[in-house]
């Protein structure tokens, strides 16, 4: 059993920054990939950015140079951090597990709303 918990999302003003959490129940050692996708209105679900267990990291055309995904092994979390926000980032943010065995875990999701 994985349990993950999203939270930092909010509303803020275009330009603006946040900051989103995932814990994970268990350490972040026992995962392959950690992961941020976003899912807004009407769109299907998208990869943010990911985060392998050996320091690697990928990140979607849209976000990059913006945003930027870090883990904290000691206090099992994957953080997101957002910056320069854009209207188009409002959606759903949702954090990922792929553990060894190959299963996948999600969140529940946090919201991120970016208007003026």
């Known amino acids: 059993q994985v349990q993950l918990a999203e939270s930092g999302g909010g509303l803020v003003q275009p330009g603006g920054s946040l900051r989103l959490s995932c814990a994970a129940s268990r350490s972040i050692f026992s995962f392959n990939t950690m992961g941020w996708y976003r899912q807004a209105p009407g769109k299907q679900r998208e990869s943010v950015a990911t985060a392998s267990s050996d320091g690697g990291t990928t990140y979607a055309d849209s976000v990059k140079g913006r945003f930027t995904i870090s883990r904290d092994n000691a206090k099992n979390t994957v953080y997101l951090q957002m910056n320069s926000l854009k209207p188009e980032d409002t959606a759903v943010y949702y954090c990922?597990?792929?553990?060894?065995?190959?299963?996948?875990?999600w969140g529940r999701g946090t919201q991120v709303t970016v208007s003026s």
């Open positions: 990922k597990a792929v553990v060894p065995a190959g299963y996948v875990y």
